[in-house]
């Protein structure tokens, strides 16, 4: 079981740059793979990012590729999401997720999100 804490929401102008944070619970962070999906109003939740165990794999969303860096630090329990030349359309609530299995788009344990607010 793992819980997880995202935080470094907020609202910033087109352009702009924030960095997500999530915290997670639990001595066995190191094993998990990690992402990041999202969800706009009227909205399917969406695949971001991902991260596996080593942070020596990285996935992203073609519409995010090039623009939002997905990394971790297992000392801190704690994987980030930078983004930055945010878009108005990148306006959704963020969440983090966790999977100890090695399929980097399923996941059993769900933050409870942070909202990010791209204004134009």
């Known amino acids: 079981q793992v819980q997880l804490v995202e935080s470094g929401g907020g609202l910033v102008q087109a352009g702009g740059s924030l960095r997500l944070s999530c915290a997670a619970s639990g001595r066995t962070f190191s094993s998990y793979y990690m992402g990041w999906f999202r969800q706009a109003p009227g909205k399917d939740r969406e695949f971001v990012a991902a991260?596996?165990?080593?942070?020596?794999?990285?996935y992203y969303a073609d519409s995010v590729k090039g623009r939002f860096t997905i990394s971790r630090d297992n000392a801190k329990n704690t994987v980030y999401l930078r983004m930055t030349s945010l878009k108005p359309e990148d306006t959704a609530v963020y969440y983090c997720a966790a999977d100890g299995e090695s399929d980097p788009y399923e996941y059993d344990y769900w933050g409870q999100g942070t909202q990010v607010t791209v204004s134009s």
């Open positions: 991260i596996s165990w080593s942070g020596g794999s990285t």
